[in-house]
């Protein structure tokens, strides 16, 4: 089946750096979708990305879906507190969403 | 985005009982979705909740364990049956959303713990 791989699985930083996360798929998606889950919610959608090449910003948030259609990016500028939390990527076909296994993010203020 | 709301949103349960966990929209949706998500883990599609006929399984769930039954565009309930420890996950469903991408949006999720 598809399988997405998401690095890095964790990120210790300071606030006020950037970030940078990323999935590669061994097959092609339609679709890329970034979410944020924190501790005892659901994940939230941050950003769809829905053609190669694709560059998509949300606030501090700037993810690109892969000229390949086999990657996607989330970068995160200038950090703060609040962005801690899990993200996922998701690569859709059809509804079918396949996710990351995450990277999870520690600000320290 | 629709608004979801899941019930209970935690439960704790013995072994060889089940437990059904209710998903509510607040909007019409053509397209329902139960996920699981163990511990520490990332999350895993169960089944495509279908209105009016029986729900589409992924690969290594099956319809005795995990029960679904969606009788409206905005409410499906998904069951999780004979539980043993090793089904203590949190619980989510989704929706998509008819669009350009057809987005998926969560509920909060059920965190089940099985004693």
């Known amino acids: 089946g598809q399988q997405l791989n998401q690095s890095p699985q964790s990120m210790f930083i300071q606030e006020g750096e950037d970030v940078s996360m990323n999935c590669t798929s061994s097959?092609?998606?339609?679709?890329w979708l970034w979410y944020k889950q924190d501790p005892g919610e659901g994940p939230v959608l941050l950003i769809a990305?829905?053609?190669?090449?694709e560059l998509t910003s949300n606030g501090r948030l700037t993810a690109q879906f892969g000229i390949t259609r086999k990657d996607s990016f989330l970068n995160i500028s200038a950090s703060i507190p609040s962005d801690v939390g899990i993200y996922f990527c998701?690569?859709?076909?059809?509804?079918?969403?396949?996710f990351g296994e995450g990277t999870q993010l520690t600000v320290n203020p | 985005s629709a608004v979801i709301s899941q019930k209970p949103s935690r439960d704790i349960c013995q072994r060889g009982t089940s437990l059904t966990i209710q998903c509510q929209v607040d909007s019409q949706v053509t397209m329902m979705f139960w996920y699981r998500q163990q511990p520490g883990q990332s999350l895993t599609l169960i089944a495509t909740?279908?209105?009016?006929?029986?729900?589409?399984?992924e690969s290594g769930f099956v319809i005795d364990k995990f029960p679904i039954s969606r009788p409206n565009l905005t409410f499906s309930t998904l069951t999780v049956s004979n539980m043993s420890p090793e089904d203590s996950s949190i619980y989510l469903c989704?929706?998509?959303?008819?669009?350009?991408?057809?987005?998926?949006?969560f509920g909060p999720g059920t965190r089940l713990t099985v004693l």
């Open positions: 990305l829905y053609k190669a090449g």
């Open positions: 909740a279908n209105q009016g006929s029986e729900a589409t399984y």
């Open positions: 989704s929706v998509e959303r008819a669009g350009l991408g057809n987005e998926q949006f």
């Open positions: 998701a690569g859709q076909s059809g509804s079918r969403l396949t």
């Open positions: 097959s092609i998606f339609n679709t």
